[in-house]
Every structure is written in structure tokens, then in C-alpha cells.
């Protein structure tokens, strides 16, 4: 997508301050933290919102989770704990339309978030 911001920082063409990255998915501070560790998880392959995940795309999300684990261990917040959240559409307020989860940690993290 030509003028998607996610795309343009998979590409490099706009740089992050990257955590992981391989073929499929890139992890990079978030650039508003709203914890101690804030970081985006994101396909490398754009897909505007979790409505357009279908059997064709679903294999970066299955990639994406197995990887998390190992994420988590090297941000050092596998034992202390993490919240993981995908905003999708208006009333959830998605500001970047590429799906993206976000990784918080490093402080507690009250529910529901509100
Ligand atoms: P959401 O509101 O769920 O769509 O989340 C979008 C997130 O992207 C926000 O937390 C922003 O702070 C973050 N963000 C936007 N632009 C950048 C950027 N260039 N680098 C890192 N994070 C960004």
C-alpha cells in the first residue's frame, strides 16, 4: 500500500526503532509508549484491519504468535507479564490502518482498559 505508514517502516523507507524482524513480521517501539515497554507487532504484508484476516493471510498471525514467546524473552518481560491488543476499526480507535498488536509491559496494567 502506497501510502501506508506500516508498510513504509516494513520497507525501511521510514525508520523504527526495531526489536525483531524477519520475513514475515517486524516488532518496533512504538513511537507514543503507553508503558515501559510499548512495542508493534505487524505483518510485513499489508492488511488494513483483523476484518480482512481470511484462510489466504491467516498464516503471518499464526507466525506472528509462535514468535511471541521469544519477543517477550528478549524484551525480558516473559516472566513479569504482557498485554497484547489489536485495536480494529472506529469505536476501537485504530489510528494505522495495517494491523498491528501491541505488546505492553512494565507496569500493571489495569482491566477493563476503559
Ligand atoms: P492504534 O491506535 O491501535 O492504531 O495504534 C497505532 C499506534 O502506532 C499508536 O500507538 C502510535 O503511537 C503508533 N505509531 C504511529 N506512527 C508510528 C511510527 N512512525 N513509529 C512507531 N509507532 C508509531
Not at 41 to 52: M, R
Not at 86 to 101: E, P, R, Y
Request: include cysteine.
Amino acid at each position: 500500500m502506497k501510502d501506508c505508514i506500516f508498510c513504509k517502516i516494513a520497507k525501511g523507507e521510514i525508520p523504527s526503532d526495531k526489536v525483531y524482524e524477519d520475513d514475515k513480521i517486524l516488532v518496533f517501539h512504538d513511537i507514543e509508549p503507553e508503558a515501559p515497554v510499548h512495542v508493534l507487532i505487524i505483518p510485513k504484508t499489508h492488511i488494513s484491519t483483523l476484518n480482512e484476516v481470511n484462510e489466504g493471510n491467516s498464516g503471518v498471525f499464526s507466525h506472528m504468535f509462535e514468535k511471541i514467546p521469544e519477543i517477550a524473552n528478549t524484551l525480558g518481560v516473559d516472566s513479569s507479564g504482557y498485554r497484547i491488543v489489536s485495536n480494529c476499526g472506529k469505536d476501537a480507535l485504530q489510528s494505522v490502518d495495517h494491523v498491528h498488536f501491541h505488546l505492553l509491559a512494565k507496569r500493571s496494567l489495569k482491566w477493563p482498559p476503559g
